[in-house]
């Protein structure tokens, strides 16, 4: 029976890399090599125990970590098996019982406690695999599923070979439970995991440069926050819309990092294996390498100090968690977006000289969709609506975009006092004029325009005014 569809493009595009990336190795399999396969779906499912444990221990850390049984798990969480991961994710989810959570958290919950929905076809198979791995069959429940998974991988791991046919049949019963699992994650398409490469401050807010690992490519993205978050480390967050800036984003790290794979020369999404005195290894099921990135020791050792009481959660999560609403928001290019942008801008430029002024505004709102810190962009795309005439209030928008990235761009400041004067706004126009005087005391047209308004541009006394302070021009 063929996987539908729909589950292999909800699995390679929205599930996080590295389960996206072992998927599309298993496809990829030989058909005949079934234990080859069949080791692809269980590392499936070891991949989902791991992530969802990092996601519940950050969480359960972050609510204040008040259960000293679970406490004591994670001070000796430094060679954790997959029963262990298991483990701190029941227990960590259990913990939640009666605590308010947040959605993620909830949706966890949900999930690994749920009501079941399991097919007559995969309570069969998960019968039969049962009675091979000679272990009673599990209830219609998740977690009786996950530990028949967590029996069938030691077994694997240590077991006796099997022949062909046995092969054969373990795959054919494991095939439809772990792809159950994975069909059950959808609510993980509202979270993606994204590791933050970069923080820059621009015009008063944080310009987070981010790799998005959902799918089994990572797609570059932006986006400002008035927080910022730490950079080199890997989140999963919420976004409210993919222009914006997260709604929740919460540190996986070290439990899941982001790193350059020294063997295969590409990043690839590592897992906690093992920490040995000051050492710490990480794993790679994409790609099955091994990595001692020493940085993460720290993160681990905080987590300790937490545990023991020796730091505070606030510096425990300093910079590595995102609670609020973000009001100001921005793109997502996918590519290289100035590229694009600068491409956009020229064919953009090009139209409004032969006045094809629609073409031209279709290419500059591209443009600065694309990359919002173009000015070029901008101001050719408020010259075009102005020259067009329909859309006054966005061309006062795109030049103020424009103010916003330049307040010394004279020509910008000038075109808001020509459309304010127009408007009959004086007061808004006069604070234009004056700015771009101030920008470029040359400029006779601005001059002009204020001494017609009636006053004098060397008497200065509203160059101080804020344009966007002045209630006209708020509306
Ligand atoms: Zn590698």
């Given at each position: 029976?063929?996987v539908?569809?729909?589950?292999?493009?909800f699995?390679?595009y929205?599930l996080?890399y590295?389960l996206a990336v072992?998927y599309r190795?298993?496809?990829n399999?030989?058909e005949?090599?079934?234990?080859?396969r069949?080791?692809?779906l269980?590392a499936?499912?070891?991949?989902t125990?791991?992530i969802?444990?990092?996601?519940?221990?950050k969480s359960y850390?972050?609510?204040?970590?008040k259960d000293?049984?679970?406490n004591e798990?994670l001070k000796s969480?430094?060679?954790p098996?997959?029963?262990h991961?298991?483990e701190?994710?029941?227990?960590?989810?259990?913990?939640f019982?009666?605590?308010?959570?947040t959605?993620?958290?909830?949706?966890?919950?949900?999930f690994?406690?749920g009501?079941?929905?399991?097919?007559e076809e995969i309570q069969?198979k998960a019968g039969?695999l049962?009675?091979?791995?000679e272990?009673?069959?599990?209830?219609?429940?998740?977690l009786a599923y996950f530990?028949?998974?967590?029996?069938?991988r030691?077994?694997?791991a240590?077991?006796a070979?099997l022949?062909?046919?046995?092969?054969r049949?373990?795959?054919?019963c494991?095939?439809?439970?772990?792809?159950?699992?994975?069909?059950?994650?959808?609510f993980?398409?509202?979270?993606?995991i994204?590791?933050?490469?970069?923080?820059k401050?621009?015009?008063g807010l944080f310009?987070?440069i981010?790799?998005?690992?959902?799918?089994k490519d990572f797609e570059?993205?932006r986006?400002?926050?008035e927080?910022p978050?730490?950079?080199?480390q890997?989140?999963i967050?919420?976004?409210?819309?993919?222009?914006s800036?997260?709604v929740?984003?919460?540190s996986?790290s070290?439990?899941?990092v982001?790193?350059?794979?020294?063997d295969?020369?590409?990043e690839?999404i590592f897992?906690l294996?093992e920490?040995?005195?000051?050492k710490?290894?990480?794993?790679?099921?994409q790609?099955?390498?091994l990595l001692?990135?020493?940085?993460?020791?720290?993160?681990?050792?905080?987590?300790f100090?937490?545990?023991?009481?020796?730091?505070s959660v606030?510096?425990?999560?300093?910079g590595?968690?995102?609670?609020r609403k973000?009001?100001?928001?921005?793109?997502?290019?996918?590519?290289?977006e100035?590229?694009?942008?600068?491409?956009?801008v020229?064919?953009?430029?090009t139209?409004l000289?032969?006045e094809r002024?629609e073409?031209?505004?279709?290419?500059?709102r591209?443009?600065?969709a694309?990359?919002?810190?173009a000015e070029?962009?901008?101001?050719?795309?408020?010259?075009?609506?102005l020259?067009?005439?329909?859309?006054?209030?966005?061309?006062?928008h795109?030049?103020?975009?424009v103010?916003r990235?330049n307040?010394?761009?004279?020509?910008?400041q000038l075109?808001?006092?020509?459309?304010?004067?127009?408007l009959g706004d004086?007061?808004?126009?006069?604070?234009?004029?004056?700015l771009?005087l101030e920008?470029?005391?040359?400029?006779q047209e601005a001059?002009?325009?204020?001494?017609?308004?009636g006053?004098?541009p060397?008497?200065?006394?509203?160059i101080?005014?804020?344009?966007?302070?002045?209630g006209?021009e708020?509306e």
């Amino acid at each position: 029976m063929a996987v539908s569809e729909d589950l292999k493009d909800f699995i390679e595009y929205k599930l996080p890399y590295p389960l996206a990336v072992v998927y599309r190795n298993y496809r990829n399999q030989d058909e005949e090599d079934w234990q080859e396969r069949t080791r692809l779906l269980v590392a499936l499912f070891e991949i989902t125990v791991k992530i969802l444990a990092s996601i519940t221990i950050k969480s359960y850390l972050l609510d204040g970590g008040k259960d000293s049984n679970l406490n004591e798990r994670l001070k000796s969480f430094t060679r954790p098996a997959l029963g262990h991961w298991l483990e701190v994710l029941r227990e960590g989810l259990k913990y939640f019982k009666d605590r308010p959570r947040t959605p993620l958290v909830n949706h966890l919950y949900e999930f690994l406690f749920g009501r079941l929905k399991c097919s007559e076809e995969i309570q069969q198979k998960a019968g039969r695999l049962a009675r091979s791995l000679e272990t009673a069959p599990p209830k219609a429940d998740r977690l009786a599923y996950f530990d028949l998974l967590v029996t069938l991988r030691n077994k694997m791991a240590h077991g006796a070979r099997l022949s062909p046919e046995e092969y054969r049949e373990r795959f054919e019963c494991v095939r439809p439970i772990v792809e159950a699992q994975l069909n059950d994650l959808r609510f993980m398409a509202d979270y993606p995991i994204v590791y933050v490469s970069e923080v820059k401050v621009s015009s008063g807010l944080f310009d987070h440069i981010v790799q998005n690992c959902n799918g089994k490519d990572f797609e570059r993205q932006r986006f400002r926050a008035e927080e910022p978050l730490d950079d080199h480390q890997l989140y999963i967050c919420q976004f409210e819309d993919l222009k914006s800036a997260p709604v929740f984003a919460l540190s996986l790290s070290p439990f899941m990092v982001f790193e350059y794979c020294t063997d295969c020369k590409r990043e690839q999404i590592f897992f906690l294996n093992e920490l040995r005195g000051k050492k710490i290894e990480f794993l790679s099921y994409q790609c099955g390498h091994l990595l001692t990135p020493p940085e993460h020791i720290s993160d681990l050792q905080d987590i300790f100090d937490f545990l023991s009481g020796k730091v505070s959660v606030e510096d425990l999560f300093r910079g590595r968690v995102l609670g609020r609403k973000v009001p100001r928001t921005l793109v997502s290019p996918t590519q290289d977006e100035k590229a694009i942008c600068a491409r956009l801008v020229a064919l953009g430029e090009t139209c409004l000289l032969e006045e094809r002024v629609e073409e031209a505004i279709a290419y500059l709102r591209k443009a600065v969709a694309l990359d919002p810190d173009a000015e070029a962009a901008h101001f050719l795309l408020a010259t075009a609506l102005l020259y067009q005439g329909e859309a006054i209030d966005e061309a006062i928008h795109e030049y103020k975009e424009v103010t916003r990235l330049n307040p010394q761009n004279a020509l910008a400041q000038l075109a808001l006092g020509k459309i304010f004067i127009e408007l009959g706004d004086s007061t808004a126009a006069r604070a234009r004029l004056a700015l771009a005087l101030e920008a470029d005391p040359a400029n006779q047209e601005a001059r002009e325009l204020l001494q017609t308004l009636g006053l004098s541009p060397v008497t200065g006394t509203f160059i101080s005014v804020d344009p966007e302070e002045t209630g006209s021009e708020k509306e």
